[in-house]
């Protein structure tokens, strides 16, 4: 597994766990990320995206839904739900190339998700990319 890959899998992890736990401390969270990685810097990364999402979600799911047709946030699974706002985040607030944020969270969709899991989150980010796109021309 790629460095990053296993920072975004433990970043995914961590953004489930506030999803259906609201009320878990943010240092909860830092202490979960330090006891499954040990590099420094991945840690760094993976809090970084963590707390990008977290900051950024009102944003992110917005502009998840505006290309999600027929599909509102409460009927994704959690999984899917938080992979996308990890790639979407990857995409819009993130320096990561957008092909990247995408495998990487169709890979993440593939490991936690359905059997559906990684065409929903592709189909959904690679939109979200293009219409990026549009916006920027």
């Given at each position: 597994?790629?460095?990053?890959s296993?920072?975004?899998e ?7 766990q ?30 970084r ?17 505006a ?20 790639g ?32 929903f ?12 796109d549009?916006?920027?021309?």
């Amino acid at each position: 597994m790629a460095r990053r890959s296993k920072a975004r899998e433990v970043a995914l992890q961590m953004l489930f766990q506030i999803d259906l736990n609201p009320d878990v401390d943010p240092r909860d969270i830092r202490k979960m990320i330090n006891e499954r990685i040990s590099d420094e810097d991945l840690r760094h990364f993976a809090w970084r995206l963590f707390v990008g999402v977290r900051e950024y979600r009102n944003q992110i799911d917005e502009q998840i839904v505006a290309v999600a047709e027929n599909w509102s946030l409460n009927r994704m699974p959690p999984t899917d739900r938080n992979a996308l706002r990890l790639g979407a985040f990857e995409i819009l607030f993130f320096d990561t190339p957008r092909r990247v944020a995408i495998d990487e969270a169709i890979e993440l969709a593939k490991l936690f998700g359905t059997k559906n899991s990684s065409q929903f989150v592709n189909g959904i980010l690679d939109q979200l990319g293009q219409e990026q796109d549009e916006a920027a021309n």
